[in-house]
């Protein structure tokens, strides 16, 4: 059985610029990322003081998806969205991060905040909890976005109705090098979905 | 006495990324968790993290936390009485 299904909003962050749906949102050229993604915080309005805690994979996945979310999620509601992101990276910028706080044996002083970091998925976590998520959720980690897989996962998962939606893309971070492109696929849309 | 709580204060803020929060909004007694500054557990190993790097307290009893992490107050207390830096 032939599947359709549509993309009924993305969010693309890169180059210090947000474009949501195509159009740029928000941009603040030549700073780091971290004071960029708080400056795009507060741009979109967003209120979780968490944010600030996180690692910036979660930060970069947390700014992408609450721009797509924040008028898909229903409080109050069963939101069955499935959360399926892909890297190439993983979680290696904390990773190093955490290393170098363990690297000498006269001077060792693991951080426990930056140690729950050491994983890609732990951002599906961090948005799950924020918006009360309880669905599917994948994090794969692939040289390059693989197009066909996310497509065929995502519409195996509306098929069998495993979710409602499901919000999906790739969320890559390492060393000041970023980019992410989430984007929501349900069964009604008004735009085909994206294969490149 | 009054400078180990600011300095806590300013070493508080960093560690746990409290980026809104500025050294003069808290108050030496205000709680450390629950309504409070709202601090995790994973701030909470993070504090112990502190005592140990900055101050040289090694908390071998996680249970004690409980009330030496109640404020500033008795943070600072609880260091002056056992640092060892």
Redesign the interface.
Known sequence: MQTKNYISGHCVIENNSVMVNGVKQFELEHVPFSEFAKAAYKNFNMDYPKFFKMDNLSKLAFLASEIILGSKVKEGEDNNIALVFANKSSSLDTDVKYQGSIADKENYFPSPAVFVYTLPNICIGEISIRHKLQSENAFFVFEDFNAEFMTNYANGLLATNKADKVLCGWVEYYQENYKAILYMVEKQGDLNIIKK | MEALKQELKGKIIE??????IAVEEINDNDALFGDGL?LDS??A??LI?LL??DYGIKLTDPKAGKSIFQSVETMASYITENRTK
């Open positions: 560690v746990l990324n409290l980026e809104d709202g994973i701030d190993l993070e993290v140990d790097k």
